[in-house]
């Protein structure tokens, strides 16, 4: 009996969306950038799962959606941070990511519970989650990583030739058969004052 508001980059995502919430008139859908606020309506909740890592200003986002909350209002909030695992896949992508660009800067993350809290928001929870991961092989795994998750960007910006000798590199350093590993999401939860 609530009104649902979702939004996302990708058309194909909220498409998605839509197949499986059809039937509910509460729900609406449109393509938007998080990180833009205005317009939206005033939010009992606001949720974002594996979104926040990818956003230019990850502080930025959490200030505008603590702010569209209505006061009691709370905030859920999913992501990988800089570090998701020690060893495995993901560190490996994340290796060769920065043995040509170098580190990523994990300042960000510092900033997080304050920008939620310099717009009235308390935070009830941060903590961080592991669950097993299970992949056919590292094919698998890096198909996924460069066609939707967050090597899309290295897909557009970098081109086929780097993208290739990118992928011999990750395949020749990982071993045949299926990938099992345990990264670690990080989970914010915040009530607006």
Not at 76 to 86: G, H, L
Not at 125 to 132: G, K, V
Request: hydrophobic share 45%.
């Amino acid at each position: 009996d609530r009104a649902i508001f979702g939004i996302d980059l990708s058309s194909g995502m909220l498409q998605l969306a839509y197949q499986r919430t059809h039937h509910l008139p509460s729900v609406q859908a449109r393509v938007a950038d998080a990180m833009t606020t205005e317009g939206w309506p005033s939010c009992a909740a606001v949720v974002s799962l594996f979104g926040l890592q990818q956003m230019p200003d990850p502080p930025l986002a959490l200030r505008r959606w603590t702010e569209a909350l209505v006061p009691g209002g709370l905030l859920s909030v999913v992501f990988w941070p800089t570090v998701p695992e020690e060893a495995g896949p993901f560190f490996l992508f994340r290796d060769l990511v920065a043995q040509k660009f170098g580190a990523p800067d994990a300042a960000w993350e510092g900033a997080l519970i304050g920008a939620i809290q310099q717009v009235g928001g308390q935070l009830l929870r941060d903590e961080y989650l592991s669950h097993e991961m299970h992949h056919d092989n590292a094919t698998t795994f890096l198909d996924a990583m460069l066609s939707s998750g967050p090597g899309r960007s290295l897909v557009l910006a970098q081109g086929d030739a780097w993208i290739a000798q990118f992928r011999a590199e990750f395949l020749s350093r990982i071993p045949p058969g299926p990938i099992v590993h345990r990264p670690r999401a990080r989970h914010l939860v915040a009530r607006k004052d």
